[in-house]
C-alpha cells in the first residue's frame, strides 16, 4: 500500500480551480475545449494541469466521478423498484443526463467502454454493469424484450443523448428515450 501524500494548500488550490475551469469549458465548449485556455483561465501553466490531470480522460473522469457513482447507487435502489421497466427507464435518463453533460462525451463514453486502457473504462464499465443489473431485472419479469442486450441499450441512450441535443426544449433525450423505450416493451 503507497501512502499518498496530502496536496500543499496552493496545489490543492490549483486542482479546484483547475475542476473549476474545466468544468466551464467543457459545458460551454464540449469534451473538445482547449486545455490550455483551461490552464489560463484557471491561472496556471498548461504544466500545472499535467501534473493534476495527465490526459484529458483523466481530467474528464475526475469531473465525472460523482456523478457515476450516484448512478450506481441509483441502480442498487431502483432494483427494488416495483415495477422493473420503469426502474430501468428511471436510470437510463439519469445516466443519459450524467453521460450528456458535455458536448461529445457520449462518444468518448462509447468508445471507453471497449478500450481498457481509457481513464474513462472503469466508470464506463461500473456503469455498464449497473445497467446490466435493471435490464435482467426486467427480462426475468417479462417486462422487457428477450433479445434486447445491455450493450445495444446504453448504445440506444448514447444515441438518444446526442440526437436529443438536437431537439428544441431540455428534454429532448428523454423525450427520444420514451419512444425508443416503447419498442423495447415485451408483448
Request: proline residues 3%; aromatic residues 6%; glycine residues 10%.
Amino acid at each position: 500500500m503507497t501512502d499518498v501524500k496530502p496536496m500543499r494548500a496552493d496545489a490543492r488550490r490549483n486542482y479546484e480551480r483547475l475542476l473549476a475551469e474545466a468544468k466551464r469549458a467543457f459545458t460551454e465548449r464540449g469534451v473538445d475545449a482547449s486545455l490550455e485556455d483551461v490552464a489560463r483561465s484557471a491561472g496556471v501553466g498548461i504544466g500545472t494541469l499535467y501534473r493534476h490531470f495527465p490526459t484529458r480522460e483523466v481530467l474528464l473522469e475526475t469531473l465525472l466521478r460523482d456523478r457515476f457513482d450516484t448512478q450506481a447507487g441509483k441502480a442498487r435502489e431502483l432494483l427494488a423498484a416495483e415495477d422493473p421497466l420503469d426502474g430501468l427507464y428511471t436510470w437510463l435518463v439519469g445516466f443519459g443526463t450524467a453521460s450528456g453533460a458535455y458536448r461529445g462525451l457520449t462518444e468518448l463514453l462509447a468508445d471507453a467502454i471497449n478500450d481498457p486502457g481509457s481513464a474513462l473504462h472503469a466508470s464506463c464499465h461500473a456503469m455498464q454493469e449497473a445497467a446490466s443489473q435493471l435490464v435482467d431485472r426486467a427480462k426475468e419479469a417479462g417486462a422487457l424484450r428477450a433479445d434486447v442486450t445491455t450493450r445495444e441499450l446504453l448504445l440506444l441512450l448514447h444515441g438518444a443523448s446526442w440526437a436529443g441535443t438536437h431537439l428544441p426544449g431540455e428534454r429532448g433525450m428523454e423525450r427520444l428515450l420514451t419512444l425508443v423505450f416503447e419498442g423495447l416493451r415485451a408483448s
